[in-house]
């Protein structure tokens, strides 16, 4: 039975499984780092594309099944263990992939994004793959959108409806391409993303409000942009703003 504490909500559907798999793995691959197998639909295409592949899955019955299903496949290396705790880099470098658990979307993207690899393909709810790649000045964007903006390039390749799962999810989904990139040039970034959440820790209220406190009145009303709200504010410029501060 699907656990759905865990977020077990399984592909069923076999072409949006090999989209998947196509757009983690375009050519080749040595080795696939998969977050969440479940019972190993897509992981079995991912073995068609990679050498080797990773599978990192929390639920021991789940890890079970998939050791049996797949126990006459020396590529494939399941690990029990929760992907939070896992270092995901320790075998060797290579595209990440899957269908998320959805109630530990943003720690997984914000764990990932910070990894030297090629790239990240991961099916998640739409509406945070919305505020992934939105822009300055819309709804959707906020601090999620600045932090993985720092470290990648972010597209929505296609979106997945809820019948595509058993059981379906009650939100639609996505599936993102994240592709890691030098970040720009900040001395510290988890500083700089403390300082980003500063600015939007109050959506409604302008740079001003939200910063004056911690960094004075006189500095930030000196700045051109401390009457707008963080949300209008592009990754240059919380740069640029950050920089002042330095
Ligand atoms: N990949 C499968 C598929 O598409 O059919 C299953 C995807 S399901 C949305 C998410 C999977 O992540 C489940 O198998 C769940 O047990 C697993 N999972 C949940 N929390 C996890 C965690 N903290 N670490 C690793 N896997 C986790």
Not at 11 to 36: F, H, K, M, Y
Not at 106 to 122: H, Q
Not at 212 to 240: H, M, N
């Amino acid at each position: 039975m699907p656990r759905p504490k865990l977020g077990q909500h399984f592909l069923i559907q076999n072409s949006i499984l090999e989209r998947i798999a196509v757009t983690a793995c375009p050519t080749p691959e040595d080795l696939v780092v998969e977050i969440g197998p479940g019972r190993g639909a897509l992981t079995q295409r991912l073995l068609r594309r990679a050498a080797r592949v990773v599978a990192v899955e929390l639920d021991p019955s789940l890890v079970e099944h998939l050791r049996r299903r797949f126990s006459g496949e020396p590529r494939l290396h399941v690990v029990e263990a929760d992907v939070l705790k896992t270092d995901l880099a320790q075998w060797g470098r290579g595209p990440v992939a899957g269908n998320l658990p959805y109630y530990i979307t943003s720690p997984i993207l914000e764990k990932v994004v910070a990894l030297d690899v090629p790239r990240a393909v991961f099916l998640i709810q739409k509406e945070v793959a919305q505020r992934l790649v939105a822009q300055p000045g819309g709804r959707e964007y906020g601090l999620l959108t600045v932090h993985v903006a720092l470290f990648a390039r972010t597209r929505l390749c296609f979106e997945v409806k809820p019948s595509a799962f058993r059981p379906p999810p009650r939100v639609d989904s996505a599936v993102v391409l994240i592709e890691p990139r030098r970040p720009p040039d900040i001395s510290d970034p988890a500083r700089f993303l403390e300082f980003v959440g500063q600015c939007f820790r109050h959506k409604r209220k302008t740079l001003r409000n939200n910063l004056v406190e911690t960094y004075g009145k006189e500095r930030i009303d000196s700045w051109p942009e401390a009457r707008l709200r963080a949300e209008q504010i592009s990754l240059d410029q919380f740069t640029e703003l950050y920089r002042r501060l330095a």
